[in-house]
């Protein structure tokens, strides 16, 4: 199955489905403003870094070392038609 998307300015990608392209792009968008958050709350609902320190015994080295075990890319294992990965 074969899909086709678009890119609309203001609104990003679109998948074409159920419309023409050009009937998607004739669509008329509602304006967006993004909202400012304020910036003395600590996010996710304002600017500012995180209220609360990190914990006691918290070891940045030990969490990037098990972040980057868990997001590594698997090793390419040869299949079984040479020159295939």
């Given at each position: 199955?074969?899909?086709?998307?678009?890119?609309?300015?203001?609104?990003?990608?679109?998948?074409?489905?159920?419309?023409?392209?050009?009937?998607?792009?004739?669509q008329p968008l509602p304006a967006?403003?993004?909202?400012?958050?304020?910036?003395?709350?600590?996010?996710?609902?304002?600017?500012?870094?995180?209220?609360?320190?990190?914990?006691?015994?918290?070891?940045?080295?030990?969490?990037?070392?098990?972040?980057?075990?868990?997001?590594?890319?698997?090793?390419?294992t040869r299949k079984s038609k040479?020159?295939?990965?």
């Open positions: 199955m074969k899909s086709r998307a678009i890119y609309r300015p203001g609104c990003g990608c679109t998948l074409v489905v159920g419309a023409s392209e050009d009937e998607l792009r004739r967006f403003t993004p909202r400012r958050l304020p910036e003395n709350q600590p996010w996710p609902d304002g600017e500012a870094g995180p209220e609360k320190a990190r914990p006691a015994g918290w070891d940045e080295e030990k969490l990037r070392q098990a972040l980057d075990r868990h997001f590594a890319e698997p090793v390419p040479p020159g295939r990965w």
